[in-house]
């Protein structure tokens, strides 16, 4: 199985921007597709974006489109999320996963992914 470690999480004002890393280790990282997560407190857990195992595919959830950007590096086992033009709503939890099985296809459900990271946190001040 693949361990998965978040680091990059920490306060930013609003309008600003963030890297977040996801380092994977234990397993071949190009054996899976990746997501990102994201836990606000008192709600749900949501889809932040997903990319294959060669990054040649990737999607978005709405809330953040245009201005995040999923990306990974094989060679250094280790999946990014950049984050532009952060909102106080985008305060939260951040977890990164990995769904084995079918690497070339990406999914938003969470069920899917069978590994995850204990997260980092990222909070938007106004």
């Known amino acids: 199985q693949v361990q998965l470690v978040e680091s990059g999480g920490r306060l930013v004002q609003a309008g600003g921007s963030l890297r977040l890393s996801c380092v994977a280790s234990g397993h071949t990282f190009s054996d899976y597709a990746m997501g990102w997560f994201r836990r606000a407190p008192g709600s749900d857990r949501e889809f932040v974006a997903a990319?294959?195992?060669?990054?040649?595919?990737?999607y978005y959830g709405d809330s953040v489109k245009g201005r995040f950007i999923i990306s990974r590096d094989n060679a250094k086992n280790t999946l990014y999320l950049e984050m532009n033009s952060l909102k106080p709503e985008d305060t939260g939890g951040y977890y990164c996963?990995?769904?084995?099985?079918?690497?070339?296809?990406?999914?938003?459900?969470?069920?899917?992914?069978?590994?995850w990271g204990q997260g980092t946190q990222v909070t938007v001040s106004s």
């Open positions: 996963a990995a769904r084995p099985g079918s690497p070339r296809i990406i999914t938003v459900q969470a069920h899917m992914y069978d590994y």
């Open positions: 990319i294959s195992w060669n990054g040649d595919s990737t």
